[in-house]
């Protein structure tokens, strides 16, 4: 079994100290991942490997003898990645040197069916597998997508929070324990993807039910959606720190009707993104986008990245 003693990280590029970066979760991950590959090739030696953040562009890292650094935590991370391959098919370190070729390397998940997903949706050994398996392959975005082409999770909010000021808003049969469980749950997912640096998007694609689908939420009217929405959707960003970014499609498919899409999404949408107390991007699917929207969107003050219909 390898022994690995890690000196404390030199910061040049920030100024972090060298025990917080140490201690970060993807450099652990990344160390881990070396005290595993020593394991399986069943080194005996004394492995030192020194840990640094040095200027550099986000996600790139370089290994030179046994010191590993990267322009970021997550850089490094894939320094560290890099390393136990090396150590896994090698049995040690050599130089080498490597940038993400895009900036964005994502995978999106959807939730259709509540009785086909509960098995796996609810394991945390799945999603920590899941998201490691991600990581090694250096994916840095992971999108969940809610309440897509379906009633199940239309609105996904009251499966998750209750809005005291809105109690009639509420699904039929839910119950209080399950609803904690299913606020746990999207928690850990976010914040598990955050401590291997990938970026957790929750993907909200209809805000209610489309015409003509039976509703699974009851409670909601034309004129109570959009306070609703503004104050469910700030309680989940608050009680869900490690959520990066909110995906939204905004046409008719939202189920919000064309007339009102625009002061929908601006006035209770994009405002409780905008104040949610740190910075969450809003990611604005731009098929068949309203009149206005886009111009509504760049105005709301919030970190803004418009994505075509394929993008993850």
Known sequence: ???FSIARAVVAAVLLPAMIIAEAPPVKFGLSEIRQAAEQ???????????EITPADPGSYRIIGSRVTGGDLRGLMYGLLTAAEQIRTRGRLYPARG??????????RFLHNKYLEQGW??????????????????????????????????????YWVTVKKFPEVKVPGLSRQQQQKNLDTLRYIAQTAADHAIDFTLGIWEQNVQPGMT??????????????TYLALKKVLAACPAIRSVQVRTNRES?????????????????????????????????????????????????????AQSSC
């Open 99 to 108: 940038k993400p070729a895009v900036p964005i390397r994502g995978i999106r």
């Open 1 to 3: 079994m390898g022994i």
């Open 255 to 307: 189920g919000i009707p064309p007339g009102r899409q625009v002061k929908f999404f601006r006035d209770y949408v994009f405002r409780a993104i905008r104040e949610s107390g740190r910075l969450v991007t809003l990611d604005l699917r731009g098929w068949a986008m309203s009149k206005g929207m886009l111009a509504s969107a760049v105005q709301s003050g919030v970190s803004l990245r418009r994505i």
């Open 121 to 158: 949706y609810y394991s945390r050994d799945y999603w920590r597998e899941y998201i490691e398996m991600l990581a090694r392959n250096r994916f840095n975005r992971l999108n969940l997508v809610f309440a897509h082409q379906t009633a199940y999770l239309a609105p996904p909010y009251p």
């Open 41 to 51: 090739r069943g080194l005996k030696r004394r492995i030192r490997v020194r840990t």
């Open 215 to 228: 509703p699974s939420v009851e409670g909601l009217t034309p004129e109570n959606i959009g306070p609703y």
